[in-house]
């Protein structure tokens, strides 16, 4: 039997014998809920957080104009009345400190911080089958033993940061946007890199630009950027919500990626308009902005042809923006509208009507090796005082594959997830019992409003809780006939979409060696919820209780 060392508040001493209920991996929107949850129904919980507090992504993300691409309305915990009527969001899109205040006022609010171990990373995952127990080993070298595990780990929680030839050469400031530190940068007459253009490079880049001697920007592909028309939140339509929250979340709750009930939308195909009427739907809906503009007609996510349509309508607001024509072209894109995570933007393509804004193509001439000085991009050399690397995540599996998480018959997750990873609903892995996955891969977790996904997994995971205690059952456990099914029929939802069609990190793309899946579940969250929902009520069908 390990014991774990002296007892404190948040050190509790657990066995084999005595574990808690359970260990929460990850104190973000999802460890916090689940968490909550936990106290709420009296299990005994503890969680453990890599970062310094609360938050999560919003923790971790603090680079220059990191806001969320959901709007702060929709974008907020539904589960208590109080909380959602008291908070009041400053903004249409929330910045990253607003969010990350609210994150720590609900973790106040609601008591949740004692039982949070900050600094302190899950390193280790052993399901020990005797006792029907995890085993869980931190980065402190502390043991504890829980019953369950939620590992509410994060989706984007890993960095990407490809090796280039002589990365760590680099003599001058260089930053992750992921990992951006604490204090403000000052970019003041400093001559700036930044590789990427994903959504964390187009939202940094016109801030960086206000403030930069010199800024050039090196991109592989180029997205597709909606405005933003970001602004102080209108009260009045903050009060209309308010004045009835509960079916603003419900209406929201039954859209494709569960938010967006309010944004414009049309029934009809891009072709049952002639070109006039349906450029000036296209417009409509460009001057509202934000995500889902690619699936403002029915057809124009899910038909490569109107799909191009939509595609080009951005390309010629791109065009009518950037004033120099060959910049212009490099920075429309070719690939699919919606393929890659469509960006949001405030002033992104504008920023490149600067005179000290440099635009350098990396598509057919990669950054062959960093230098001391900066990078080499063919014959050029390019020379900077700070390198920002905007090159994205590991995304859904990178964080769960970091922790040494051994299932039951020793085998590991590592060994489960060679091909690709392969759940059950999204939240439970076969051979690996009692541990929960939250917005994992098999979910709809990226392709939704993250905290309404969050809620309806927590929801979920605490009802089957509730129901085992019921069935005295200890253990549960996806059956493999059950995860494969659910991995086959998520592979053929995707396999009919316009997804597939380009390198996207929704497929793993982005990192060398990652086997190729489209990770996220592509049927709607509605569909979704549904199928979890007849599981639960048709007493769990597909897996195995112990
Ligand atoms: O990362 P990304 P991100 N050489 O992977 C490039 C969410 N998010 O941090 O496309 C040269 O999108 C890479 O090029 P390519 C959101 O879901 C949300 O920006 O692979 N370039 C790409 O341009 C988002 O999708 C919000 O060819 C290289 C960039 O780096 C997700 O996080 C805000 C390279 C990475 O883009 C990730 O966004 C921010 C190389 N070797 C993020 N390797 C909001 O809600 C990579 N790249 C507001």
Not at 68 to 83: I, K, T
Not at 101 to 118: E, G, P, T
Not at 191 to 209: F, L, M
Request: glycine share 8%; charged share 20%.
């Amino acid at each position: 039997m390990i014991e774990t060392p002296s007892p404190s508040q948040n050190k509790p001493v657990t066995t084999e014998q005595t574990p808690l209920e359970l260990i929460v991996v990850g104190a973000g929107f999802a460890g916090l809920y689940a968490l909550y949850r936990a106290q709420a129904s009296g299990r005994s919980a503890l969680a453990f957080e890599r970062g310094g507090d609360v938050g999560g992504t919003w923790y971790w993300n603090r680079y220059p104009g990191a806001r969320c691409d959901v709007q702060s309305m929709e974008y907020s915990y539904s589960f208590d009345e109080d909380l959602q009527q008291s908070w009041d969001w400053s903004e249409r899109y929330a910045a990253q400190p607003e969010i990350l205040k609210y994150a720590n006022h609900v973790s106040d609010r609601f008591a949740l911080r004692d039982r949070i171990q900050f600094n302190t990373s899950v390193i280790g995952l052993r399901y020990l089958a005797e006792h029907q127990v995890w085993r869980v080993e931190t980065s402190n070298n502390d043991m504890y033993f829980a019953r369950f595990c939620i590992m509410a780990t994060g989706c984007l929680s890993s960095t990407n940061l490809p090796d280039f030839e002589g990365r760590d050469s680099f003599a001058g400031e260089a930053y992750h946007t992921g990992q951006w530190p604490h204090e403000p940068v000052n970019f003041k007459n400093k001559r700036v890199g930044i590789i990427g253009t994903g959504s964390s490079s187009i939202q940094s880049i016109p801030i960086i630009a206000r403030e930069c001697k010199h800024l050039t920007v090196f991109q592989r592909t180029a997205n597709y950027s909606i405005p933003a028309h970001n602004g102080p939140i209108d009260e009045a339509y903050a009060q209309s919500i308010k004045a009835d929250y509960q079916s603003f979340r419900a209406l929201n709750r039954q859209m494709f990626a569960a938010f967006g009930a309010h944004s414009s939308r049309w029934e009809e195909s891009v072709f049952d308009l002639d070109e006039t009427a349906r450029d000036e739907k296209f417009e409509a809906r460009w001057s509202e902005g934000g995500l889902g503009f690619s699936s403002s007609f029915s057809d124009t996510g899910s038909d490569l042809k109107a799909n191009q349509i939509a595609a080009e309508f951005v390309r010629n607001k791109i065009r009518a923006t950037v004033k120099d024509p060959i910049v212009a072209e490099q920075l429309c894109p070719d690939q699919v509208i919606g393929c890659k995570r469509v960006c949001v933007d405030t002033d992104y393509y504008a920023t490149y009507n600067l005179p000290h804004v440099k635009l350098v193509s990396v598509k057919d001439n990669p950054i062959e090796r960093i230098t001391p000085q900066g990078l080499v991009v063919g014959d050029q050399e390019f020379e900077f005082d700070v390198l920002i690397f905007a090159t994205g995540f590991d995304a859904m599996t990178g964080t769960l594959l970091k922790i040494n998480i051994e299932g039951r018959d020793g085998i590991t997750l590592t060994e489960k997830w060679a091909d690709g990873p392969k759940t059950y609903l999204g939240l439970c892995i076969q051979g690996f019992p009692n541990l929960f996955t939250v917005s994992g891969p098999g979910s709809p977790s990226v392709l939704s409003n993250m905290i309404v996904t969050i809620e309806q997994h927590i929801n979920w995971i605490m009802d089957c809780l509730d129901a085992m205690a019921e069935r005295s059952a200890n253990s549960i456990e996806a059956t493999i006939d059950a995860e494969s099914n659910w991995v086959h029929s998520g592979n053929e939802i995707a396999a009919g979409t316009l997804f597939p069609t380009c390198n996207s990190w929704y497929l793993g793309a982005n990192v060398p060696g990652k086997p190729r899946i489209f990770m996220p579940y592509v049927g709607g969250f509605p569909n979704y919820v549904a199928v979890c929902q007849e599981v639960a009520d048709n007493d769990y069908p597909g897996f195995s209780f112990g």
